[in-house]
């Protein structure tokens, strides 16, 4: 885990002076098939923030073994930027009643459990899923204005699947956010309870949570949330108009995963 080669792209400019050193935090949430991909995801981080960026990585593990999680921590430490890391054992069987799928895991609604794992000084933090590489600096993300809002994501899918999305969950406008790279607000997001809130759109809308969490926190934050440019978040589907150099974050969303045998 500790030499997983990332790609790098030229770093843009920053709104925010670099003169002084940034705090930034990434939450993750980690079992024990996506190990490899956190550690990758961690390190593209790591690799490709501004010197001034202090990284301190909160991951959230379920049934991550003991060996594991020294790698991933390996894997931070020896990253020679002085970033730390924050580990947690968390019980997601409080989610084994809501949908899921065979590439898709309860662990997914473990970001459901900010409140009772970030602690109460962090004021915002950065998720992401374990299946992206980052390839900019974290700092322009972490940076995005928030305009008041509880989170800033990247929109998900075109036009058609958009009002698809509006359709099947009765959202009352055409947009639908991707969970995978989110910035919180975390206070304002703990003062809205909003992971109350999504669990109870999620325990609501049944089997018709087809994308699971990411449906539930579109309930949840109807209204509540500002787009991130559209490279903050990219995968191959959007790759006719997105070139490789341009994109901040590349997202391995679907299967299969890079980690996966032939």
Known sequence: LLNIPTSRAPRRAS???????????????????????????????????????????????????????????????????GAKISLYDVDVSRFEHLMRSKLVSHTTYARLLIDDVLPADVGRCIYLDCDMVVRRDILEAWSFPMQGRTVA????????????????????????????????DVQRWRDLQVSARALSHAEATGDQLVLHDQDALNLALEGDWVELPREWNAGLSISDWLTPDSRAVFHYWGAPKPWHAD
């Open 15 to 81: 709104p925010l002076p670099r003169s002084r050193p940034m705090h930034i935090h990434a939450l993750l949430a980690v079992d024990p098939l996506q190990v490899i991909g956190c550690a990758v995801s961690m390190r593209s981080i790591i690799e490709n923030a501004a010197p001034a960026c202090r990284l301190h990585f909160h991951v959230m593990t379920h049934r991550v073994s003991s060996a594991d999680q020294d790698a991933l921590a390996e894997t931070v430490v020896d990253g020679a930027r």
């Open 153 to 184: 994501a990247v929109a998900n899918g075109n036009a058609s699947d958009t009002q698809h999305n509006q359709r099947r969950l009765g959202l009352a406008e055409p947009r639908y956010l991707n969970a995978g790279f989110v910035v919180i």
